[in-house]
T-cell receptor, first 113, second 109 residues
């Protein structure tokens, strides 16, 4: 079954701890993305990557970090520097680097207490 | 910088009524516009894109460069159209996709 898999679906962490969200795709897509979805604010781009070992900051990159060591994987680390980390996080991918449909994962809910 | 605005957070219509979800954008280059939809308990998915100029599930959207708008329309709404709708913009030659705030559409019986 091809697609984008995010894990875990639900995650609880204490304040001050770093947490890593996993995103894996077996679609052989080149570009991968991380968005944050908050009520009333839509989807905001955190980071994106067009090629292995390269990534760019989105609109709200502060307090987050990513890596792209493999084409199929694009993990997101929410660091303790992120002031308001509780949110719904969406990973996505696209074939090529321009002009194609973006496909989304099911998302991960992160709650920091 | 590219920006997408959806002025209505909530929109409620009755079944069979026409529906229009508004989307305005600001971008200095050549944009590509999309509508994505998220049904309850499902993944966000592409509904349509302006380049395709096709109708999906009865929905159409026309890019109006003069008014910088890409409104989504359907002449007769159905209950199954109830969902969250997002307008999105990408550069023609780029991969970065910017989303609007979303409009929650409810179609009442």
């Amino acid at each position: 079954d091809g697609g984008i898999t995010q894990s875990p679906k639900y995650l609880f962490r204490k304040e001050g701890q770093n947490v890593t969200l996993s995103c894996e795709q077996n679609l052989n897509h080149d570009a991968m993305y991380w968005y944050r979805q908050d009520p009333g604010q839509g989807l905001r781009l955190i980071y994106y990557s067009q090629i292995v070992n390269d990534f760019q900051k989105g609109d709200i990159a502060e307090g987050y970090s990513v890596s792209r060591e493999k084409k199929e994987s694009f993990p997101l680390t929410v660091t303790s520097a992120q002031k308001n980390p509780t949110a719904f996080y969406l990973c996505a991918s696209m074939k090529g680097v321009t002009g194609n449909t973006i496909y989304f994962g099911e998302g991960s809910w992160l709650t920091v207490v | 910088a590219q920006r997408v605005t959806q002025p209505e957070k909530l929109l409620s219509v009755f079944k069979g009524a026409p529906v229009e979800l508004k989307c305005n954008y600001s971008y200095s280059g050549s944009p590509e516009l999309f509508w994505y939809v998220q049904y309850s308990r499902q993944r966000l998915q592409l509904l349509l894109r302006h380049i395709s100029r096709e109708s999906i599930k009865g929905f159409t959207a026309d890019l109006n460069k003069g008014e910088t708008s890409f409104h989504l329309k359907k002449p007769f709404a159905q209950e199954e159209d109830s969902a969250m709708y997002y307008c999105a913009l990408s550069e023609i030659s780029g991969s970065r996709l910017t989303f609007g705030e979303g409009t929650q559409l409810t179609v009442n019986p």
